[in-house]
């Protein structure tokens, strides 16, 4: 009895240490690939430290691009091995960005200031001004990760265009050259400037309260190459989530002109005028009273407008 008794426990010691093998040879395995999935493998270009990354941004004067990952995010894993593994991502990342990987699990104040609600997301951040410039959440490949990074990037030197001389430090030298390509006094006097729409002020508070509330660059959101100020976070999340119920119609240019000859010229936020809660401008008294009188007639315009072609001495 004793030796069966021996036996059982001997027999059971020896299943329980080859169960105890088995998973830790799976925890092994499982924080392997976790390591080479999120962890700062050799050659990532992902900086680390969330302010030290800001920090070298303003230095050099480059855009800083945020990612927001989860060690338990699936798609956050699948852009590790096919996106960020790249040549292209690698050197659009390591020389026209400072980028940071940021864990969402471990800076959530982070997480609440960029608002952020889906992983993985990016968010791109004019490190001169503070704003965002952009924000794509979701997984995306290669191309569409490279078209968006570029873009926000391209917005960022439009902003900043002649003060943009950088010092990138490469391998075996140090090269002093302008962002993007970007030559030092290339934007000459009479060319567009970036565009804050309304004068800076609140689209959401003037659309729900007819209130003229002064907006912050702290909490600022492009739409259509246009850039809003918003009051406060929340501001900002709701004139995210849907500009174009808060953005003036037609990019701000007034409709009865632009009716009458085909011309995108700015508006004025000293005339507007609210129709179906739709904020529209005009250049002056007399326009917004052509509209009043048949309303119906300028808001049929079906013109695809771009930043680029609104005339304008200051954008309204």
């Known amino acids: 009895m004793s030796q069966a008794n021996?036996?059982?426990v001997t027999s059971g010691d020896s299943e329980w240490r080859r169960l105890l093998f088995i998973a830790t040879g799976l925890i092994v395995v499982i924080l392997a690939t976790t390591s080479r999935v999120v962890g700062s493998e050799s050659g990532s270009v992902f900086k680390t430290d969330f302010k030290s990354a800001l920090t070298e941004a303003e230095e050099k004067k480059l855009p800083l691009l945020v990612h927001f990952y989860a060690d338990w995010c699936v798609p956050c894993q699948r852009m590790e091995r096919e996106v960020f593994?790249?040549?292209?991502?690698k050197d659009l990342l390591g020389n026209r960005f400072i980028a940071v990987k940021v864990n969402s699990d471990h800076r959530q104040d982070l997480v609440r200031q960029y608002n952020v609600e889906t992983l993985p997301s990016d968010v791109i951040v004019d490190s001169l001004s503070g704003r965002v410039i952009a924000m794509h959440a979701g997984y995306q490949?290669?191309?569409?990760y490279f078209a968006n990074a570029s873009q926000a990037e391209a917005r960022f030197v439009k902003a900043h265009a002649g003060d943009l001389i950088v010092t990138r430090s490469r391998e075996n030298n140090d090269v002093a050259q302008t962002a993007a390509g970007v030559v030092t006094g290339q934007l000459e006097l009479g060319d567009a400037q970036p565009l804050v729409g309304l004068n800076g002020f609140s689209p959401i508070a003037l659309t729900k309260n007819r209130q003229w509330n002064r907006g912050?660059?702290?909490?600022s959101w492009d739409y259509k190459?246009?850039?809003y100020h918003l009051?406060?976070?929340e501001e900002l999340v709701e004139f995210r989530?849907?500009?174009e119920s808060y953005a003036p119609k037609l990019l701000g240019c007034d409709p009865v002109i632009l009716w009458e000859s085909d011309k995108a010229v700015a508006g004025d936020i000293r005339f507007g005028a609210f129709f179906d809660d739709e904020l529209f401008l005009f250049k002056s008294d007399e326009r917004r009273k052509q509209f009043k009188a048949n309303p119906e007639k300028y808001i049929r315009l079906q013109h695809a407008l771009k930043a680029d072609q609104v005339e304008r001495t200051v954008m309204r």
């Open 141 to 144: 490949d290669q191309n569409g």
């Open 85 to 89: 593994t790249t040549s292209t991502i």
């Open 6 to 8: 021996v036996g059982r």
């Open 225 to 227: 190459e246009v850039t």
């Open 241 to 243: 989530n849907n500009p």
């Open 231 to 233: 009051v406060s976070r």
């Open 216 to 219: 912050s660059p702290r909490f």
